[in-house]
């Protein structure tokens, strides 16, 4: 039996092959359940995804969604926090729980207003940058929220390399 997720990845219309596949691999490496909401910029046996080294069963844990309302039906009310440049906390302030779900926005885009507005503004977070920094990377954003998160959770189900 799959043991329950320990927390959801949300990628909002993903559009950089290589940036899922990293994301992809940091899920299965936490045990967390990716969620990919349509439109793709790319199908999921794209070769530039395969480079970042995935196992087949790493895709377990991968759930495709036809668009964000069937997303938000899967989570089956989660807790959810939307990560965006403009959040309000810095995602080191706040206590997460197993189960939340953190939602990421499309490289060249961001996370669009009226999906942002959906979320409560307290639970929205960013990532630190220097002024200059329009934004970090989608995978590198990802893995610095999912290991805050696990590590809250005493990096729970995870094991010492043999
Ligand atoms: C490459 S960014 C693009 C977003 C950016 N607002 C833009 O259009 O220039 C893709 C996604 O990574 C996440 N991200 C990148 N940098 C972030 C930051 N400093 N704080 C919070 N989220 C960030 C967000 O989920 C964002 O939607």
């Known amino acids: 039996m799959t043991a329950p997720a ?4 949300v990628l909002y219309e993903p559009e950089i ?9 940091l899920c299965a490496n936490t045990g967390a ?19 970042s080294g ?5 895709l377990a844990a991968v759930k495709v969604h036809q668009d964000f309302a069937a997303c938000l039906r ?8 939307a990560v965006e440049t403009g959040g309000a906390h810095c ?19 961001g996370l669009p207003q009226a999906l942002l507005t959906q979320v409560a503004p307290d639970q929205t977070l960013y990532l630190p940058m220097r002024p200059q920094s329009r934004s970090i990377n989608l995978s590198n954003a990802v893995a610095l929220v999912a290991f805050e998160a696990w590590r809250q959770l005493g990096f729970s189900g995870s094991a010492r390399y043999p």
């Open 6 to 9: 320990v927390f959801h990845i």
């Open 17 to 25: 092959p290589p940036n899922t596949g990293n994301v992809i691999r």
């Open 33 to 51: 359940t990716l969620h990919l909401v349509k439109p793709l910029g790319f199908r999921l046996d794209d070769k530039s995804l395969q480079r």
């Open 54 to 58: 995935l196992d087949y069963h790493d």
């Open 74 to 81: 899967d989570l089956d009310g989660a807790r959810l926090f």
């Open 91 to 109: 995602y080191s302030t706040r206590e997460y729980r197993a189960g939340d779900a953190f939602l990421f926005g499309p490289e060249t885009r």
